[in-house]
């Protein structure tokens, strides 16, 4: 019987854990409003599904957070890395979308060699610095840009993944940053959907296997895209 009552007492307080926790973190996203950039409209492009409206948009991955979108103190954690201007971003529906990274931060070794590969962009291809690439070698990554589609009977699946090179952190610029590596690639859009994406490699603060901090965090390494 007193085994009986623990386990009960036990399993109530974890649920009573779990729902306050859960309580907790939908307030906190709540409260959480990130800016939304929208892709800018670079007219219409021939492609091989037609004539499509092409749009493009351009974002910048930072080793740490003082470039000025958390703020010009860097906001609550300086020395998180993270993309600017914001992590929340409005795609067009049924058309071409060129996003361009500019990547100042460094890198290593990225735990999976799946993501120093390019996924899902038209061709398969991106472009470094104007070469045109298929994959980089894994122990040169800085981050990636990886966009995953929840399976849902009410939108359409989109996977795009893209390695972004490690700038060398040698050749310094103005701006007290390494130079950056230009990442430019496109893929196609299909119908209205909600999507997520998020750095693939292990940036984060050393916990969870350094996938903690600004990894895990909205607003640093991860963010919502919504297709419209």
Request: some cysteine; aromatic content about 10%.
């Amino acid at each position: 019987m007193r085994r009986f009552l623990f386990l009960l007492l036990t399993i109530v307080i974890g649920v009573g854990f779990v729902a306050l926790t859960g309580t907790y973190f939908s307030r906190a996203s709540a409260n959480n409003s990130l800016p939304v950039e929208s892709a800018k409209s670079v007219g219409t492009v021939d492609t091989p599904r037609g004539k499509m409206q092409h749009a493009m948009l351009e974002i910048s991955s930072w080793p740490d957070s003082m470039g000025g979108c958390h703020g010009e103190d860097g906001g609550a954690h300086p020395d998180w890395v993270t993309f600017c201007p914001t992590t929340d971003f409005q795609l067009p529906a049924h058309s071409l979308v060129t996003i361009r990274v500019k990547q100042y931060d460094g890198g290593e070794l990225i735990t999976n060699a799946y993501f120093a590969k390019v996924h899902g962009t038209v061709d398969g291809t991106a472009k470094l610095n104007g070469a045109t690439i298929n994959r980089i070698s894994p122990d040169t990554v800085g981050h990636t840009f990886t966009i995953h589609g929840i399976s849902s009977p009410t939108q359409e699946d989109l996977f795009v993944s893209v390695p972004l090179m490690a700038a060398d952190e040698e050749k310094m610029g103005a701006n007290g940053y390494p130079l950056p590596n230009i990442v430019e690639f496109s893929f196609y859009t299909a119908g209205p959907g909600v999507y997520f994406w998020n750095c693939e490699f292990p940036c984060g603060d050393g916990t969870y296997a350094r996938f903690g901090g600004p990894m895990s965090a909205q607003g640093y390494m991860a963010g919502e895209i919504t297709v419209i």
